[in-house]
Nanobody, 118 residues
Framework: VQLQASGGGLAQAGGSLRLSCAASGGTLNSYNMCWFRQAPGKEREFVARISWSGSNTYVTDSVKGRFTISKDNAKNTVDLQMSSLKPEDTAIYFC????????????WGQGTLVTVSS
């Protein structure tokens, strides 16, 4: 499966952005999905995940209550709705896919840059 992330850009603190990850070459109802991010000079960190069915979600504590992950298997997309953005949310955001039954995220999108100004 190939993944294409989009929706990044410049936002002011307190604003919102919606990232989307579109898949081709496979159907996302066979994959668990994640969003990761990597800020300048920092290691990549986990942000949110959603199960293959979309029924189970989890977000990391630093974005809880502000970010929501969702999945549309009919459209073959996974979105990350980001609200109440903070400057520390500035990073390149990557979507990744893990086939059901696999232990690793083997499929990655190219990343989309989110910049939050104070």
């Amino acid at each position: 499966v190939q993944l294409q992330a989009s929706g990044g850009g410049l936002a002011q603190a307190g604003g919102s952005l919606r990232l989307s990850c579109a898949a081709s070459g496979g159907t996302l109802n066979s994959y668990n999905m994640c969003w990761f991010r990597q800020a300048p000079g920092k290691e990549r960190e986990f942000v949110a995940r959603i199960s293959w069915s979309g029924s189970n979600t989890y977000v990391t504590d630093s974005v809880k209550g502000r970010f929501t992950i969702s999945k549309d298997n009919a459209k073959n997309t996974v979105d990350l709705q980001m609200s109440s953005l903070k400057p520390e949310d500035t990073a390149i955001y990557f979507c990744a896919a893990r086939r059901v039954g696999s232990l690793t995220y083997n499929y990655w999108g190219q990343g989309t840059l989110v910049t939050v100004s104070s």
